[in-house]
């Protein structure tokens, strides 16, 4: 009804114009997560139920998954935290931008976002890439000695395994993802 | 300014819509495979600042479409910027992209999970026997302009893609019905499972719209639809079966396939789809899609159209950096009859047509994937025109947010069984020499996203044609030409996580002409004053809290003079309340403002305001 209030006294145009200018005045910097932290969250899920680690590598049943720079998921993982793989809990922890390989000691995967491109030869050379299971967001990865890469390609979220690096590992991944994650 | 508008507009936009916090995919319940099969674009509107799509790519998401609160397919399309959707009798709809809007909008693809719904007897898509359940669908996509590329024949305007959910997320099961002051709803879904990767899903949908009272003839619809859905999941890739039965009418009372009323119609149909998607590996995709659909008309107690159309298209996406190939192979057989009541026959009344196709479209990305090349063609050939080839050149450059794009694309319309085999003479004898029309589009876009959530997505084209098919004295030939131009614009604002507002504008305009020696000048300006030349809408979606939804849609549509319709602005509104986990109410009050007509003709009814309440348990 109040569309017809609006068109009978003629203020169509007007209230257009008010509404686009109240819209830019309201909009704040506040926004959803983005779905493509949701599928990359879901793809640590996954991932984690295919690779197994040395028992005695995991405390108290639990894998300690690291975020480390900044957090683009929200509270998305959240989700994920608690749940389970074949072989023990998730236990999701934030460490913030890299500062020292300090932070890093308990971590069981690690998963670099994008602010932390430029640390990457740090983290890796300072790590035991055999012994920590890496994902990073972005590329180059693999080449730089990481794990798991992904990436964005024709509007899907992909991932690359390093084949090499498997194979050295001290942890086991199922061949359904390391075929999954050629290239 | 006096106050009281000010404070109207602003009462009225702050109570107007939004995106659903709740995450858009089940973090724990996906599969890799799915992963690596899920398109970012069709999980929300945020795509733009990702989306590689260089094309005019729009969504409208399953939330979305539920917000609205449509009884139907069609009624979903009204707000997707520069889709021309009329009401042209009760339950009967004209639906087009960029022009050549009618009855038989014949330059529109549509598909519901890739099953090709344009019925290829006369050209369009019959939208009232379309009555899925609106809880399936995951997304509708809108491409405006050609999709002959990929999609083949008739993809010429644009290409209209229903995206049903998986059975893995409809799980459960609920019941609902609608009570409304023009319509009446029932509909119920059950969900199950079976062992660890296979869902299931059954459904039924019945409803009913009252005669509209501004018409002459008795054009009360019904209609009842009903199907299931398979989904497995495993090493050896994703399988799907689904399938549904319908039969439905509008017109007096339906008596078996006997109707009286004129201009009433009675159709039943039923299908069946298979398909399976299978990485071989993370750079090789395999994708096969059949399926068997039969679809029957009564037009009038006249005409008689049974249709079977049994298709198989096999498709592989190959991807190594920077380029991915994605090629296919298709075929697909329509067996018709057509009996019909003299002095009108078709000769033959019974035939086969073949269609045997293969395409081939290379995605190339330079400089770490900001700039893609794409080009591609798909050759077909089919019994009418023989060999068509329809190529399509794509380019596009991301930057800072944004993406600029441009494309030229050839693309074509394959005559129908009417045009081609209608004999009544010395009336009228159907033209067997005709042509494909043909298409050549040139289009650029730009979009952008703003840290801010703001969104805003343009569109510009040229649409040249050639070849189009017109009514001569006593037959059809391609002697009709012309262009049309338009722009499209949509603006969007994310306000909080929890509201949405989006604009949409379009304009364009038609010019047609024919060849000399051709009586069909009306005919081509029937078609320049078919198109509206502006329309606009505003959309606003908004979670109050938890509980309450508010999402209101605005739209005008600019005149139509071909149709005797003038310009109009309506409103549809919905209510939504969330009464416990298990039971949903919703109030949706639709074409508000002033009664108007959307189409010409005596079977046209007045649009005005209608309310219905919906209710929806889960069990």
């Known amino acids: ?183 | 300014m006096k106050r009281s508008p000010l404070v109207l507009c602003v009462l009225f936009f702050t109570s107007l819509a939004s995106a659903d916090p709740s995450p858009t995919i089940n973090i724990t319940g996906t599969s890799l495979n799915e992963l690596m099969n899920l398109k970012i674009t069709s999980l929300s509107r945020k795509e733009e600042n990702l989306n590689q799509a260089a094309a005019a790519a729009y969504v409208l998401t399953g939330n979305e479409i539920k917000r609205m609160g449509v009884f139907q397919l069609a009624e979903a399309l009204r707000y997707v910027p520069g889709v021309e959707v009329a009401l042209t009798a009760n339950n009967k709809w004209a639906i087009s992209i960029r022009g050549f809007n009618g009855t038989a909008s014949n330059k529109v693809l549509a598909m519901i999970d890739g099953r090709n719904i344009y019925s290829t007897f006369y050209g369009g898509v019959v939208w009232q026997e379309q009555d899925i359940l609106i809880d399936d669908i995951d997304r509708i996509e809108i491409i405006r302009g050609p999709g002959g590329t990929v999609w083949g024949a008739n993809a010429v305007n644009g290409v209209i893609n229903i995206i049903t959910k998986s059975a893995k997320y409809t799980q459960g099961a609920f019941v609902g019905g609608g009570v409304g002051t023009a319509n009446n709803l029932v509909r119920a879904r059950v969900g199950g499972k079976f062992g660890e990767n296979t869902y299931s899903r059954a459904y039924i949908k019945i409803s009913h719209q009252d005669p509209s009272s501004s018409t002459p003839y008795n054009d009360s619809s019904q209609m009842a639809q009903s199907g299931f859905r398979i989904d497995h999941y495993s090493s050896y890739g994703d399988i799907t079966l689904s399938g549904d039965v319908y039969q439905g009418g509008i017109g007096s009372k339906l008596q078996g396939l006997a109707i009286q009323s004129p201009n009433a119609q009675a159709y039943d149909g039923h299908n069946l789809l298979f398909n399976w998607i299978y990485n071989s590996n993370s750079q090789r995709t395999h994708k096969i899609l059949a399926y068997t659909d039969y679809a029957a008309i009564n037009a009038d107690g006249i005409l008689f159209d049974h249709r079977t159309t049994n298709n198989i298209d096999y498709q592989v996406v190959q991807r190594f950096n920077p380029q991915e190939v994605t090629y296919g192979l298709g075929y697909r057989r329509v067996n018709d009859d057509i009996p019909v009541i003299a002095p009108y026959s078709f000769v033959p009344q019974q035939k086969v047509d073949r269609t045997y196709s293969t395409f081939i479209q290379d995605n190339i990305g330079f400089r770490n994937d900001t700039i893609h090349f794409i080009v591609g063609t798909k050759y077909e050939h089919n019994d009418y025109t023989g060999s068509e080839w329809q190529p399509s050149v794509r380019g596009s450059y991301a930057f800072d947010n944004s993406l600029l794009w441009g494309a030229w694309s050839r693309a074509v319309r394959v005559p129908t069984r009417l045009e081609e085999d209608l004999y009544v003479p010395p009336l009228f004898v159907g033209n067997r020499q005709l042509a494909s029309e043909v298409a050549n589009v040139t289009e650029i876009g730009w979009r952008k996203t703003w840290q801010q959530g703001v969104q805003f997505d343009a569109t510009a084209y040229t649409s040249q044609y050639s070849h189009l098919v017109t009514i001569e004295s006593n037959t059809d030939k391609n002697k009709m030409y012309g262009h049309v131009n338009g722009v499209e614009l949509s603006p969007s604002f994310q306000i909080k996580p929890s509201w949405v507002i989006r604009f949409n504008y379009s304009f364009a305009v038609a010019n047609i002409g024919v060849a000399e020696n051709s009586i069909a000048k009306p005919q081509a300006n029937e078609i320049e004053k078919t198109l509206p030349k502006n329309m606009s809408q505003i959309v606003s979606m908004w979670d109050v809290n938890d509980r309450w939804q508010l999402n209101t849609f605005v739209r005008y549509v600019g005149s139509v003079p071909a149709q005797h319709v003038a310009s109009y602005v309506v409103a549809d509104a919905s209510v939504g309340f969330k009464q416990t986990k298990a039971v949903h109410w919703q109030v949706v009050a639709r074409n508000l403002g002033q009664k108007h007509y959307e189409w010409g003709g005596l079977e046209a009814p007045k649009v005005g305001p209608s309310v219905a309440l919906y209710v929806k348990v889960k069990l």
């Open chain 1, 1 to 183: 009804m109040i569309t017809r209030i609006l068109w009978k006294s003629g203020l169509w145009i007007r209230c257009y114009i008010i509404a686009i200018y109240f819209l830019m005045l309201a909009v704040t910097p506040a926004y959803a997560v983005d779905p493509i932290y949701e599928i990359k969250a879901s793809y640590i899920y996954n991932f984690l139920q295919f690779v197994s680690f040395p028992e005695k590598m995991l405390q108290e049943s639990q894998v300690n998954v690291c975020i480390v720079g900044e957090n683009y998921f929200g509270n998305t993982l959240d989700q994920i935290d608690g749940a389970h793989t074949p072989q023990a809990t998730i236990h999701i922890m934030y460490t913030g931008a890299f500062t020292g390989i300090e932070s890093l000691l308990a971590c069981n995967v690690l998963y670099l976002t994008q602010s932390e491109k430029n640390n990457t030869k740090a983290i890796l050379h300072n790590l035991d890439t055999k012994k920590i299971f890496t994902i990073a967001e972005y590329s180059p990865f693999i080449s730089l000695g990481g794990m798991v890469e992904l990436y964005i390609r024709d509007d899907k979220v992909r991932f690359r395994i390093n084949r090499a690096l498997a194979k050295k590992s001290y942890f086991q991944i199922s061949s359904q993802l390391l075929q999954l994650g050629i290239g």
